[in-house]
Structures are given as C-alpha cells and as structure tokens.
C-alpha cells in the first residue's frame, strides 16, 4: 500500500493495522491559539486505495484559527464514513 507521509506520534496521531491488513490513521492537528483544529482519518487499503476524512471547526480567512464551534462529526463517525465500502471499488 502507499506509505503514510510523515511520522504517526502519539497523543495527535494513531495508527492501526485493520483484520482486512488496511492501515488506519487517526490525526488530531491544532491549528492555533484560538481552539481551531483539524481530525483526519485517513485509510491506506493493501490494494492502494487511500480514503482520507478531515473536518475543522473553523471558517477560511482572517479568522481561520479562531475555532467557532465543535466537530460536527464525533471520532467514531469521521471513522465510520472513511471506512464506508463506498469508497472502495
């Protein structure tokens, strides 16, 4: 499968090796002083397909560190929709 860019550390990164051998990722970013961040899920399934799932409780612009609500989705939904068969052909 395609390698993950860059290290995986703990606490703001995990990663996992699924039963199918697809490798989960799992990474919280702060994105500044103001509560902004970003949590990616990204899958790389054995065949070379890579699903990635990101969301950021923040808007574009001047006020782009500036977090204006909560994660729409939790940990396990952002996980959920990464991993849809959807996704796979």
Excluded at 11 to 29: E, K, M
Excluded at 46 to 63: I, K, R, S, T
Aim: glycine letters at 8%.
């Amino acid at each position: 499968s395609i390698p993950f860019y860059g290290t995986c550390n703990a606490p703001n990164c995990t990663q996992n090796v699924l039963a199918d051998g697809s490798t989960l990722q799992f990474r919280h970013i702060d994105a500044g002083s103001g509560g902004a961040e970003v949590i990616a899920v990204e899958i790389h399934h054995p065949d070379g397909l890579v699903v990635e799932a990101q969301e950021a409780n923040y808007g574009f612009g001047p006020e782009a560190t500036k977090a204006r609500s909560s994660q729409p989705l939790t940990i396990d939904q952002l996980t959920a929709l990464a991993m849809d068969p959807a996704w796979t052909f």
